[in-house]
């Protein structure tokens, strides 16, 4: 098995394409390294990529990196170190140092997956409000097949998870926009509202913030969409009683 901390030695970190544009579907990139695993299997690292890493909650992107004379069909992206590496199959042959390619992501599962990210930030206000104070996230994943929230609370009865529910889709509806803002440490208090699992932030110069205006901000480097229309409906598909609260599985109508 191949190290990653051996696969981004020396390697200067990934500018995070997806952090600035969760829309970008294709993008010219540059290969940095290729290390080849077993059988046709290898790692590839860029200098910028639209990859989304299995990190915060979310699963890997997957999609295609083409050069001239190979097609790198993307299974799994990992982030080590600030730098994001992407697992696959090569297919001609291997890539080349500082050879320039094209990266196509998968667009209907990141389209997906965005639009369930935003959808659990609009379920943690949801039990802001229900609860009536900041409930703290567990875990969380937000990709098919089984997307949930795993919540630090007393689990809710079907009452409460219907008013839940209705809550949430009443947002959808009012279609309020979601923004991206960027805002240094000493900008970070008074650019959160509603946040959940503030004790766990890892120190930071800057911090990325996603705002739902009038619902919450809060740090994030997930994916999402623009406006909470773009959802479509949140159904509350069931809860599960665990160690320390629940977990909440939803999906999209």
Known sequence: MVSLHEIVKGVS???PLYLEDSYLKEYYCKVLRYVKDKGKRGYIVLDQSIFHPKFGGQPSDKGIIKGKEFTFTVKKVLLYSDVLVHWGKVEGIEPSLLEDVVCKIDWDLRYKVMKLHT???ILD???FKVYGKTINTLSAFHGPPTPYLA???????N???????NLANEIIKKGINVVIKWVSKNELKQNIINAPNLGRLPENDKYRIVMIDGLNAMPCTGTHVKNTSEIGKIVISGVEEIVDGFKLFYSLG
């Open 125 to 127: 206000y949801c039990l």
């Open 159 to 165: 009452e409460v998870l219907k008013k839940i529910e």
């Open 119 to 121: 959808a659990g930030h």
């Open 151 to 157: 919540y630090q609370a007393s689990i809710p009865n």
């Open 13 to 15: 970190r990934t500018k």
